[in-house]
């Protein structure tokens, strides 16, 4: 099961109007405002952070103030070393402070594919870390004060009869392998909770929820400001200096540490060129009522839990804590934004919800998904002194906390938990930077094909 990991949706036409505030999916080089302006607008404000000039000297260096960077930064000056982060743009400027929030226990691959990879035992380990991705943002968010609209509550749901027996059989594999307990709605039980025709059923999870990203991230930075760990914002790395004292290299300057940390994500380019070819990157978009109101929003989703159905092409949607739909959808294998996005992701909704008619798509932004080519995650370390997590595949929100925490645990020398993930074996995908977005694209229309005939 993949339930977050959006893909391609290749089949919608495109003649609508343009969205001017989508975000640039290309490589950042200066300091660009948040991509959805819905969340920043919700957010407390980072105070601006300097660029890097001249030399810097730190325990760790880490490239990327996402959630995966900073949860690492943190870890690692709880440990007592000193950090420097370094950051494009600004903090939380990508896939963490623009995304869908919800977080969800696991991982973006079904645990079959863990099991194949690794074997029962290791992956029940693995699932069980996973929960704790889902801990430690309470405990963060405790621990640090952060007020991110914690929501508990996420559901799973069917369109079809298959998915249906898919998740029940999810459910009881769940249950019977890896002692973790989803309750089974039917169609009448989801519908005194859910007011769409659209699902057959729901499996329900008290534990995972959904909150606010980019309050949570930006949380997490002023954490690590807390901490000592020094941010430096607009400073792109342009290269790696590899060997026994490690650099990230600016334009304006370096850091030399003992250790490096890549966390860059989907736009890390040209830095370490074994890794980019093991992940695809794909668009994925949100679009944000305006607010409906308590009672109306309270009448879509009586219980305030995040929704997502299990197609290839999957939505997934939740009401804020201003009482606004966010529903996500419509994904991309080209990259750039789709210029029909808001009406598309209009009708998506309607499909949901056609009682929200007269409702309009007031604002939407995009952003870039991770994907590996088993959907597991793609977490290690290159040589002695290199360390990076990727694959997240669109599960990351609670996901990256625990990278952080298990690249942190390695630097200070207890590496068993990064090394289990560095055992799952990854490939690249097929073509290099040309040619992986057509085989990709030509890969999907088969799942899509699946999920519209059966
Ligand atoms: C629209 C959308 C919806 C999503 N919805 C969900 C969801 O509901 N639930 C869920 O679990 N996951 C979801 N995800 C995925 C989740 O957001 C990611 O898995 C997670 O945020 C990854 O965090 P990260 O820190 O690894 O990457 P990022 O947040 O992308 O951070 C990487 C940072 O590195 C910086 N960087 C890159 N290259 C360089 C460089 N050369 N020099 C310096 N800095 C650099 C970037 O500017 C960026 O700030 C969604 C993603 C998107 C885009």
Known sequence: MAPTAPLPD???PDADLPDADLPNADLPNATAPHASALYAAGAPPLPAQPRLAGVERADVVVLGAGLTGLST???LAQRGLSVVVLEAQRAGWGASGRN??????????DQGVLEDALGLDASRELFDWSLEGVAMV??????FGIDCDWQAGHAHVPIKPRQVRELQAWRDSLGARYGYRLEWWDRDRLRGTLASERYLGALFDANSGHLHPLKYTLGLARAALSLGVRIFE????QTLARGARPALHTAAGRVEADFVVLAGNATLRGIAPELEPRIMPVGTY???TPPLGAARADALIGNRMAVADINWALD???LDADHRLLFGGRASYSTLPPPNLRATLARRLRRVFPQLQDVPIEQCWGGLVDISRNRAPDWGRLGDNVYYAQGFSGHGVAATGLAGRVIAEAIAGQSARLDAFARIPHRDFPGGRALRTPLLVAAMAWFK???ALW
């Open 100 to 109: 869908g929030g919800q977080a969800i226990f696991g991982y973006g691959c």
């Open 138 to 143: 309470h405990e963060r968010r405790t621990a």
């Open 316 to 318: 997934y949607f939740r």
């Open 73 to 75: 930064a943190i870890e």
């Open 234 to 237: 607009g400073s792109p790395v």
């Open 449 to 451: 094909l699946r999920d």
């Open 10 to 12: 290749a089949d919608l």
């Open 286 to 288: 949100i679009g944000a």
